[in-house]
């Protein structure tokens, strides 16, 4: 167990909706980073914060956005849902720059009807 | 072109067998190379991470980089099944890290 720990493990939703996924960093880790995995590729970056801000981002269109609490925990918000939204969810937890050691969490299985 | 190739498989090999998985990349601001063992339905969980050309060994696993080929590769010494499993390639510049498609390996009894 990483100590990373992702809420919900499943969701579906209709398209046009909007979700929120939550992500509890490992203890003593400030910085979170959210990827996409779509079935049979690797995850895709979509953005990081450390210490609360936003620290880098990648191809993502602004309808994923996100947050993260002084407790560093974080979560994605995915407005106006698409199809091609369905995917696994991942979070990884790091500390500072050591972002070499980053642990994942499980995942949530997203699902656009 | 994708930054980070990685030939998805799959592969299938006797219980015992070296297997070696590889990774090609394009960018050469990638400065740390990992590799995440994913199974199925389950985050990529850390095996191994390396910052120079070179081996890094850490039980039945073998890392190696070669940055003037931007070639890396994970060797898995007597295979078990327990190792089957998706292995992903992760190189990293700046704050991200950019993933293969992953390998997907059946070690078969």
């Known amino acids: 167990e990483t100590g990373v720990t992702q809420s919900p493990t499943h969701l579906i939703k209709t398209r046009g909706q909007q979700v929120t996924l939550r992500c509890s960093s490992q203890s003593g880790h400030n910085t979170v980073s959210w990827y996409q995995q779509a079935l049979g590729q690797g995850p895709q970056f979509i953005f990081q914060?450390?210490?609360?801000?936003?620290?880098g981002r990648g191809n993502f269109p602004p309808r994923f956005s996100g947050l993260q609490f002084p407790n560093y925990s974080s979560e994605l918000n995915v407005n106006a849902l698409e199809l091609d939204d369905s995917a696994l969810y991942l979070c990884?937890?790091?500390?500072?720059?050591?972002?070499?050691?980053?642990?994942f969490g499980q995942g949530t299985r997203l699902t656009v009807v | 072109q994708k930054e980070v190739e990685q030939d998805p498989g799959p592969l299938s090999v006797p219980e015992g067998a070296i297997v070696s998985l590889n990774c090609t990349y394009s960018n050469s601001a990638f400065q740390y190379f990992m590799w995440y063992r994913q199974y199925s339905r389950k985050g990529p969980e850390l095996l191994m991470y390396t910052y120079s050309s070179g081996n890094k060994e850490d039980g039945r696993f073998t890392a190696q980089v070669d940055k003037s080929s931007k070639y890396i590769s994970l060797f898995i010494r007597d295979s078990q099944p327990s190792d089957s499993a998706t292995y992903l390639c992760a190189m990293e510049a700046g704050n991200q890290f950019y993933f293969g498609t992953g390998t997907s390996l059946t070690v078969i009894p």
């Open positions: 990884a937890s790091s500390s500072g720059t050591l972002y070499t050691e980053a642990f």
């Open positions: 914060y450390y210490r609360e801000e936003e620290n």
